[in-house]
């Protein structure tokens, strides 16, 4: 593996892992924009404005967009999250070339009125799904409940009101600012010739105009709240933690995603025992996001409605008992195989290194190669980990819950 | 490079190194699928998936569960059709030992009475969380209503079915049905095939049931159903009859698929989503089993717009051997190529691959081979073959506050 990086004169990141022994290439634009980036207005915008992205340029269609990526044969798709819209694709080494010519050519987009209008259905209608999905919904509430005014608490999808009064106008000032090129990295892992495509995204990108660009980065105590949610087409209790944890530029990361896998692996955890194991639960899991400046722990417990009261008290009793006894190492050591086993899976593919390559640029200006990580992972004891129990009290949380409707 | 070998059980074991990894993916297909257990036992395979866990051999479930853990595997198992499915993902260093476990799980479970009250309760969880995710029920319900019973049978299971099963009935059924000459185990990755052969000859030498899997099919499910639901979305199920995998124009269906539905360009989302804004999620693909095949299609859309969705769906269905394009066939090729080559440096997504390769056509195809049976496929061989097999046949499930007229 090689790493390779250059800053183009406008701001623009442009970074590479080079693996010679890859079959496939990925790239991703990584652009520092998300519902943390909005106001309540605009709320839905960064996602929406994916979608848009989509739409074209001054020069190319909807359907002569969607054609090109598919001539490529190109896994491709894009994400938005409270604070990062990744624009990715992962194909084969021939077609690298012009899946990023494609990729820089649509992060100018020409943001059309038509298409901003047609577009606005197919958001309300996945809106829409997340309703009928309260295994993610319940997700979304809670994370709002727990940040309450703090950004990081914005909707990623905003809301119907939002969303049906927001205009084409308010998208292009918001992309005009958030998608200057010194907001971006592009990033390149796998397979690739590096000089070509450092050429491609100066003659590409070379021309994009930077700006002054800003984000608050306020840590967060995090709230202790609980509400719920009574629908009528639910039948089971989705109930949501969350709580605090540590931010991406915390060097303790790597010891607070052991913590969160002892407290909460899908199998072998703390929550698989209490909860799981004897059927209390049909599924009890943590995961971890570190976020810019800040983070946030959530717990996702999925029962019945007569069981949901001893579940809560299960989950009490855990947090005692931790914050009490702390773990074990036996437990540490099952974590990190398990971390260890995860992270080569992941590391073998393009586009599981893309994800991580662009993510530790964005968030911390900094190259990490992959025993770096591993590194990192086995050298955490487990007085880091107990010492976090302390300082990240799992056991103050905001709960929010989706259920059925009161009989 | 394929590696194979028989066991003297009859387990067949199959293999693929892959160079520049240091992780090993390996799985089992057990032949106790849905569709293999006698009529009344729906459900009782995802008992089973879940009790072997529980103590194995000399471990106790939680000695056992700690012993996968320690070995940092990631583990994954699930209920299909035909079989059990269980696999694992880990550092190559530790194949050797996790094999043993499985060994274990496989041919010694221990079945205690106690451990078989959480396993049959989270079976019925299952099914109870089915009608919080309408998305996946309405599939499952298409598939069982599409294939001449028992092929649909719910892989999540059945109530009623679960609720009259005892300790005793599955353990008959893990006895009957864990056949191990019937049985497929696939390894992708960084492993050293001589030592892993000589490990699974010895932990696998013991006897086993040799039950037949002979399967006599019925006729399908009824061609419309509806389920009343007041969520945000009408959920729209919708399945044809197809060639199956092992069928001379297996590749030319995989290819009109992909014309139907293969890429952002592929004709339903620029139909339904593109020029109509009707859904966010709609896209069909094409599901086979040995015995029997289908295009299924999924869309998800407002009330008002169901039936709009579904007609515009069905017309791309029904038109789709109309003027099909060279460009939509090279664009179907590159898409196929691509994703057939990206699976394959994935170690668990090869072991997957083989192993179904093997159950559906009883050998394991190389990436040449499939890459070079679709740059085959061709405008004319495609539209001929939708010619002559046009598509009239559908099975629709929806599941939210109003119906669509078929």
Partial sequence: ?407 | MLNKHVLKNGMVILGEPIEGVESVAFGFLLPCGSALLPSGHCGAANIIEDWIFRGADDLDNRALNDALDSLGINRSSSVGTNHISIAAALQAENLLPAIELYAKIITKPRLKDQQFIPAKQLALDGIAALEDDPRTKVMLNLYENFYPAPLGTSTTGKAKDINDLTEDKVRALIDEHFNYSKSIFAIAGNYDFDKLCKKMEALFDIECNQKSNELQLAQPGQKYTHFDNEGSQVHIGLMTPTAKPDDKDYYNIRTAVAVLSGGMSARLFTEVREKRGLCYAIGARYHGLKQAAGIACYAGTAAETAQQTYDVTREQFEKLHENITQEEIDRAKAGLKSQLIMSSESTAARTAGIAADYYLLSRVRSLDEIKEKIEQTSVDSVTEYLKNNKFNDYTVVTIGSTKVEM
């Fill in chain 1, 1 to 407: 593996m090689e790493f390779k990086k250059e800053i183009l004169d406008n701001g623009l990141a442009v970074i590479g892992e080079f693996n010679p022994a890859a079959k496939s290439a990925a790239v991703g634009f990584f652009v520092r924009a998300g519902s943390r980036d909005e106001t309540p207005q605009i709320s839905g915008t960064s996602h929406f404005l994916e979608h848009m992205i989509f739409k074209g340029t001054e020069t190319l269609s909807p359907l002569e967009v969607n054609q090109a990526f598919d001539d490529t044969g190109a896994l491709f798709n894009a994400f938005t999250s409270e604070e990062t819209t990744v624009y990715y694709a992962a194909v084969l080494p021939e077609y690298l070339e012009d899946i990023t010519k494609l990729w820089s050519q649509l992060l100018r987009p020409s943001l059309r009125d038509e298409d901003f209008d047609l577009e606005k259905n197919v958001i309300l209608e996945e809106m829409a799904m997340y309703e009928d999905m309260p295994h993610w919904d319940v997700l979304d509430k809670a994370r709002t409940l727990y940040f309450q005014s703090h950004p990081c608490g914005n909707s990623v999808i905003g809301t119907r009101k939002s969303i049906t009064e927001l205009t084409s106008k308010q998208m292009r000032d918001y992309f005009s600012n958030r998608y200057a090129p010194n907001n971006i990295t592009l990033c390149f892992a796998g397979n690739f010739d590096w000089d070509k495509m450092m050429q491609l995204a100066k003659d590409n990108c070379g021309y994009w105009q930077s700006q002054t660009v800003e984000r608050h980065l306020l840590d967060y105590e995090g709230a202790v709240n609980t509400d719920k949610l009574e629908k009528q087409s639910v039948t089971r209790q989705h109930i949501c933690l969350v709580s605090r944890f540590v931010s991406m530029q915390d060097k303790k990361r790597y010891a607070a995603s052991l913590l969160g896998k002892i407290l909460g692996d899908s199998v072998g955890s703390r929550y698989f025992w209490a909860l799981v194991d004897n059927a209390l639960a049909e599924t009890a899991s943590v995961s971890c996001d570190s976020m810019d400046g800040t983070g946030a722990m959530f717990s996702y417990i999925r029962c019945s409605n007569e069981n949901e009261p001893k579940v809560i008290d299960t989950l009490r009793n855990i947090f005692k008992e931790i914050e009490s006894n702390g773990m074990t190492q036996v437990e540490l050591t099952a974590a990190k195989n398990k971390t260890l086993s995860a992270l080569a899976l992941k590391n073998e593919v393009p586009m599981g290194r893309l994800i991580t390559v662009g993510f530790n640029w964005l968030y911390l200006n900094e190259y990490r190669d992959i025993e770096a990580d591993i590194e990192a992972i086995k050298t955490v004891t487990l007085d880091e980990v107990n010492s976090l129990i302390n300082q990240l009290k799992p056991g103050n949380f905001s709960r929010f819950t989706i259920c059925g409707t009161a009989q």
